[in-house]
């Protein structure tokens, strides 16, 4: 028999984030076990006319602390959050990008997952032009308001020569980006990737537009830290929300050579896509499902040996209602006793980055062996009766957890993450 050659074991060794209930990775931990919600009245413009005027903004932050007035000015504000996030993480792995020469610059690639990229930043500029003031539009409207810039950005902050790409694909877009990076370390294309996913979508034309469309959750604006509830019988609707969580990945064996701390593997990953509608879930939930027993088959694992799942939990009646479904369908009688939680109830909706922020969730429960909680989860709803962690952290050891996020596009995305011993 011929030996089979085994794939590279992918590890993350770095996190950064920049969260609506906290900036920096352990702010943010801290306060996702505590139960603390970002979710607040919008500061960043003027919402007061919209019928939805709460959002999971992030307060605090600086983004000339991470780039220049001048360039403040001729980029969105996603882009000073991912920078942000990306310092950390490449900090936190212990990586030294000063001293690092060009042959390893040209194997460090940046895979972003983002579903509006740089909208704020046209809004922006579009309101610039209307309002007479068109001599103070950006020299750089095009190129930053183009999605692949994003990805640009981080490169060149840091001098990262491998490639550089954008996965946009709705809410799964960072969990796909995750996905591909993993993918590109094992057939060595890169020797590191950074990764993880960036949105920032408040804006008035943007917030129109998901009010048009009556999505938002329009009943708590008064008590914005109980609007996002998913899983829970009076939810009616998600909180849009922002954030940047990036990781850095790389070969476990180059990890352990060098002594840096390990977080975990991402073992298995897949997707699939309904073809069904342009923002709704089919009733019957296998596609999601699927693309969760995919991912656990592709970590050479079962059902029996997942400990957790971080949920997609948007908080619309349709979402919650069918992936607690696709949970039955993917782990069987098993989906009853795994403990699974959704930590948008505590920062909103951070569109495309929102499967990046359930993985830094999820390999901080590995870390610190304590799950999340569901916040706001207060009316129990027959159709969802699965142990979503209401209300505290619980303290468990996770050695194979998944994450799970759906998409616009009947899109569908799972991760599973393993420790690592």
Same mark, same amino acid.
């Given at each position: 028999?011929?030996?089979?050659?085994?794939?590279?074991?992918?590890?993350?060794?770095?996190?950064?984030?920049?969260?609506?209930?906290?900036?920096?990775?352990?702010?943010?931990?801290?306060?996702?076990?505590?139960?603390?919600?970002?979710?607040?009245?919008?500061?960043?413009?003027?919402?007061?006319?919209?019928?939805?005027?709460?959002?999971?903004?992030?307060?605090?932050?600086?983004?000339?602390?991470?780039?220049?007035?001048?360039?403040?000015?001729?980029?969105?504000?996603?882009?000073?959050?991912?920078?942000?996030?990306?310092?950390?993480?490449?900090?936190?792995?212990?990586?030294?990008?000063?001293?690092?020469? $060009?042959?390893?610059?040209?194997?460090?690639?940046?895979?972003?997952?983002?579903?509006?990229?740089?909208?704020? =930043?046209?809004?922006?500029?579009?309101?610039?032009? $209307?309002?007479?003031?068109?001599?103070?539009?950006?020299?750089?409207?095009?190129?930053?308001?183009?999605?692949?810039?994003?990805?640009?950005?981080?490169?060149?902050?840091?001098? =990262?020569?491998?490639?550089?790409?954008?996965?946009?694909?709705?809410?799964?877009?960072?969990?796909?980006? $995750?996905?591909?990076?993993?993918?590109?370390?094992?057939?060595?294309?890169?020797?590191?990737?950074?990764?993880?996913?960036?949105?920032?979508?408040?804006?008035?034309?943007?917030?129109?537009?998901?009010?048009?469309?009556?999505?938002?959750?329009?009943?708590?604006?008064?008590?914005?830290?109980?609007?996002?509830?998913?899983?829970?019988?009076?939810?009616?609707?998600?909180?849009?929300?922002?954030?940047?969580?990036? =990781?850095?990945?790389?070969?476990?064996?180059?990890?352990?050579?060098?002594?840096?701390?390990?977080?975990?593997?991402?073992?298995?990953?897949?997707?699939?896509?309904?073809?069904? @509608?342009?923002?709704?879930?089919?009733?019957?939930?296998?596609?999601?499902?699927?693309?969760?027993?995919?991912?656990?088959?592709?970590?050479?694992?079962?059902?029996?040996?997942?400990?957790?799942?971080?949920? @997609?939990?948007?908080?619309?009646?349709?979402?919650?209602?069918?992936?607690?479904?696709?949970?039955?369908?993917?782990?069987?009688?098993?989906?009853?006793?795994?403990?699974?939680?959704?930590?948008?109830?505590?920062?909103? @909706?951070?569109?495309?980055?929102?499967?990046?922020?359930?993985?830094?969730?999820?390999? $901080?429960?590995?870390?610190?062996?304590?799950?999340?909680?569901?916040?706001?989860?207060?009316?129990?709803?027959?159709?969802?009766?699965?142990?979503?962690?209401?209300?505290?952290?619980?303290?468990?050891?996770?050695? @194979?957890?998944?994450?799970?996020?759906?998409?616009?596009?009947?899109?569908?995305?799972?991760?599973?993450?393993?420790?690592?011993?």
């Amino acid at each position: 028999m011929p030996d089979i050659e085994m794939k590279p074991r992918v590890v993350v060794t770095g996190i950064g984030a920049v969260s609506p209930n906290g900036i920096g990775r352990e702010s943010f931990w801290s306060a996702t076990l505590q139960g603390k919600s970002g979710v607040r009245q919008i500061r960043t413009f003027d919402a007061a006319p919209l019928p939805v005027r709460i959002a999971g903004e992030i307060a605090g932050f600086d983004p000339l602390q991470y780039i220049s007035e001048k360039d403040a000015a001729n980029v969105s504000r996603v882009v000073p959050m991912a920078i942000a996030a990306a310092s950390e993480a490449i900090h936190d792995a212990g990586v030294n990008t000063d001293a690092m020469p $060009l042959d390893e610059r040209r194997r460090v690639g940046v895979l972003l997952g983002s579903g509006g990229g740089g909208q704020e =930043f046209v809004q922006r500029q579009l309101s610039l032009y $209307l309002s007479g003031h068109s001599k103070q539009c950006s020299v750089y409207t095009i190129p930053s308001a183009t999605m692949g810039t994003l990805a640009s950005e981080i490169s060149m902050h840091f001098g =990262f020569r491998g490639f550089s790409h954008v996965i946009s694909t709705g809410c799964t877009s960072s969990t796909d980006a $995750l996905g591909y990076a993993a993918q590109n370390i094992q057939c060595n294309m890169a020797d590191t990737v950074i990764c993880g996913g960036a949105d920032a979508p408040l804006s008035f034309l943007i917030m129109k537009g998901f009010t048009l469309m009556r999505i938002l959750t329009a009943s708590w604006n008064e008590q914005p830290e109980r609007a996002s509830r998913p899983f829970s019988a009076d939810r009616d609707g998600f909180v849009l929300g922002e954030g940047a969580w990036l =990781f850095v990945l790389e070969k476990y064996e180059k990890a352990a050579a060098r002594g840096a701390h390990i977080y975990g593997e991402i073992n298995g990953y897949a997707s699939t896509c309904e073809a069904f @509608h342009r923002v709704r879930l089919g009733e019957d939930g296998e596609e999601p499902a699927r693309a969760i027993r995919t991912a656990i088959e592709q970590a050479g694992i079962t059902s029996e040996e997942v400990d957790y799942v971080n949920l @997609h939990g948007t908080s619309t009646v349709l979402n919650d209602r069918i992936e607690t479904r696709a949970l039955k369908l993917a782990l069987g009688s098993r989906a009853y006793r795994v403990p699974c939680s959704a930590l948008k109830s505590m920062i909103g @909706h951070p569109q495309g980055a929102c499967g990046a922020a359930g993985l830094a969730a999820t390999l $901080l429960a590995i870390r610190d062996h304590c799950l999340p909680p569901t916040i706001n989860l207060d009316v129990p709803d027959p159709e969802c009766d699965l142990d979503y962690v209401p209300g505290r952290c619980r303290p468990a050891n996770v050695d @194979h957890a998944v994450c799970n996020c759906i998409a616009f596009g009947s899109k569908n995305s799972a991760l599973v993450i393993s420790r690592v011993a």
